[in-house]
């Protein structure tokens, strides 16, 4: 399984990439591999607020229906529309062009409760 080093990892397999205090938000490769197919994906709505943990999305794959939660507080800035066309974007390119949504942090330290790459490593690997 592909987990890259340059990200923070939730428990619920989303991963976050934060820039100047922006986090893009999507699904691992182990998540995607466990869904298998998807094909639909149903974002949050820009402007929305979530606290950490919280179910924001959905994703639904051949397979099943899966909640998807925000590794961290904040606002929705931005959802990945190129999923409406291409929900597969999210088997193919889960930690590139498959990204689910941006949100504005409103704590950055809950960065530090969230895994490591290696705290991953070690959960998917149970």
Same mark, same amino acid.
């Given at each position: 399984?592909?987990?890259?080093?340059?990200?923070?990892? +939730?428990? #619920?397999?989303?991963?976050?990439? *934060?820039?100047?205090? %922006?986090?893009? @938000?999507?699904?691992?490769?182990? $998540?995607?591999?466990?869904?298998?197919?998807?094909?639909?994906?149903?974002?949050?709505?820009?402007?929305?607020?979530?606290?950490?943990?919280?179910?924001?999305?959905?994703?639904?794959?051949?397979? +099943?229906? #899966?909640?998807?939660?925000?590794? *961290?507080?904040?606002? %929705?800035?931005? @959802?990945?529309?190129?999923?409406? $066309?291409?929900?597969?974007?999210?088997?193919?390119?889960?930690?590139?062009?498959?990204?689910?949504?941006?949100?504005?942090?409103?704590?950055?330290?809950?960065?530090?409760?969230?895994?490591?790459?290696?705290?991953?490593?070690?959960?998917?690997?149970?």
């Amino acid at each position: 399984m592909n987990v890259p080093d340059d990200l923070k990892y +939730a428990e #619920s397999h989303e991963w976050i990439r *934060v820039a100047d205090g %922006i986090g893009t @938000v999507g699904i691992t490769d182990h $998540a995607q591999a466990e869904l298998t197919d998807i094909v639909f994906v149903e974002p949050p709505k820009v402007g929305t607020t979530f606290a950490a943990h919280n179910a924001v999305a959905v994703v639904e794959s051949v397979k +099943a229906a #899966s909640d998807i939660y925000t590794p *961290v507080s904040g606002e %929705i800035v931005e @959802v990945n529309e190129a999923l409406d $066309a291409d929900p597969a974007l999210l088997n193919t390119a889960p930690f590139g062009d498959g990204w689910i949504f941006k949100i504005k942090l409103s704590d950055p330290g809950e960065l530090d409760a969230l895994k490591t790459p290696e705290d991953y490593r070690a959960q998917i690997s149970e």
